[in-house]
């Protein structure tokens, strides 16, 4: 089994930065693929970054490109999204999530995904 624990959210204005961190625990992450993913309110899960095992490749939604960052650190079992120039429009709950794969790059769909957080809530006001 394996837990992670989202930490970094928190209520913002436009245009600030914040940093959320995975903290996974329990068996090894540090050979399987990443993701972050966030759900609105009525709105369905979307994915915002992913990326592989190693870090080797990322990929990022349209929405989220130039401004965000995922990145790890295995040695701490980590992983990390960084969030610049924040818009209203990312205010979310942002969730982390494990994929049991040696993937060529981060798969988009949740439904690929094993294991998931708790998610961290993010607020941005304008």
């Known amino acids: 089994q394996v837990q992670l624990v989202e930490s970094g959210g928190g209520l913002v204005q436009a245009g600030d930065s914040l940093r959320l961190s995975c903290a996974a625990s329990?068996?090894?992450?540090?050979?399987?693929?990443m993701g972050w993913f966030r759900q609105s309110v009525g709105k369905e899960r979307e994915f915002v970054a992913g990326i592989t095992w190693n870090g080797g490749r990322t990929n990022y939604a349209d929405a989220v490109k130039g401004r965000f960052t995922i990145s790890r650190d295995n040695t701490k079992s980590i992983v990390y999204l960084q969030m610049n120039s924040l818009k209203p429009e990312d205010t979310a709950a942002y969730y982390c999530?494990?994929?049991?794969?040696?993937?060529?790059?981060?798969?988009?769909?949740?439904?690929?995904?094993?294991?998931w957080g708790q998610g961290a809530q993010v607020t941005v006001s304008s």
């Open positions: 329990g068996r090894p992450v540090n050979t399987y693929t």
């Open positions: 999530a494990l994929r049991w794969k040696l993937d060529v790059v981060a798969p988009i769909l949740p439904d690929e995904y094993t294991y």
